[in-house]
């Protein structure tokens, strides 16, 4: 069975550093893109970053880009995401997931099959 | 950056009527689209992908069909348990991927 868990949220000053990792189990994780998905309180979904299988390729988005670190050890099996200068609107439940298809074919932008529960990342002074 | 906008912003219906559920794009995506379902306290869950097909052990109530820029997922006898809202995303505008802003389904 696949299992994603998320953990290192928390409430953090504006302006504050977090780092967010993401523990998988149940699959070959080196053999798939991962990504983290955010969700602000009451409001939708927001891709945030993704990686692919050899960490040869990071992306992320505009909101993030420049703040935001995604990185991963396939040795161990987990994701992480490093914040920095955080901002209030960087408030959200911050989800981990997995993509749909394996790297076998060659890495394609990701369709989110298997996630995590999330991580509530507070930022408020 | 491709805008997707879903409608109705809610759907209210009864067990067994037949749901329909759009998402539009502002731009085409080809068929590079997929739906998630959400229900409260819990994470999304990928139903649909590539426009049309469906994820491993979604029940067959569950449809999705279109292409370029008009979407729809297709519940054709929903259940309680169906309550959740729904969302659309696009993987066509990478390295982007956006979601619509959801739909919210309430079967009851």
């Known amino acids: 069975e696949v299992q994603l868990v998320e953990s290192g949220g928390g409430l953090v000053k504006p302006g504050g550093s977090l780092r967010l990792s993401c523990a998988a189990s149940?699959?070959?994780?080196?053999?798939?893109?991962m990504n983290w998905v955010r969700q602000a309180p009451g409001k939708g979904l927001e891709w945030v970053s993704s990686s692919s299988s050899s960490s040869s390729y990071k992306y992320y988005a505009d909101s993030v880009r420049g703040r935001f670190t995604i990185s991963r050890d396939n040795a161990k099996n987990s994701l992480y995401l490093q914040m920095n200068s955080l901002r209030g609107e960087d408030t959200a439940v911050y989800y981990c997931?997995?993509?749909?298809?394996?790297?076998?074919?060659?890495?394609?932008?990701?369709?989110?099959?298997?996630w995590g529960q999330g991580t509530l990342i507070t930022v408020s002074s | 950056e491709i805008v997707l906008t879903q409608s109705p912003a809610t759907l209210s219906l009864s067990p067994g009527e037949r749901a329909t559920l759009s998402c539009r794009a502002s731009?085409?995506?080809?068929?590079?689209l997929a739906w998630y379902q959400q229900k409260p306290g819990q994470a999304p869950r990928l139903l649909i992908y590539d426009a049309s097909n469906r994820a491993p052990g979604l029940p067959a109530r569950f449809s999705g069909s279109g292409s370029g820029t008009d979407f729809t997922l297709t519940i054709s006898s929903p259940e309680p348990e169906d309550s959740a809202v729904y969302y659309c995303q696009q993987r066509s505008d990478w390295p982007s991927i956006t979601f619509g802003q959801g739909t919210r389904l309430e079967i009851k």
């Open positions: 149940g699959f070959t994780f080196s053999l798939y893109g």
């Open positions: 997931a997995r993509d749909l298809q394996d790297t076998l074919t060659g890495y394609q932008p990701p369709y989110l099959q298997h």
């Open positions: 731009q085409s995506v080809s068929t590079y």
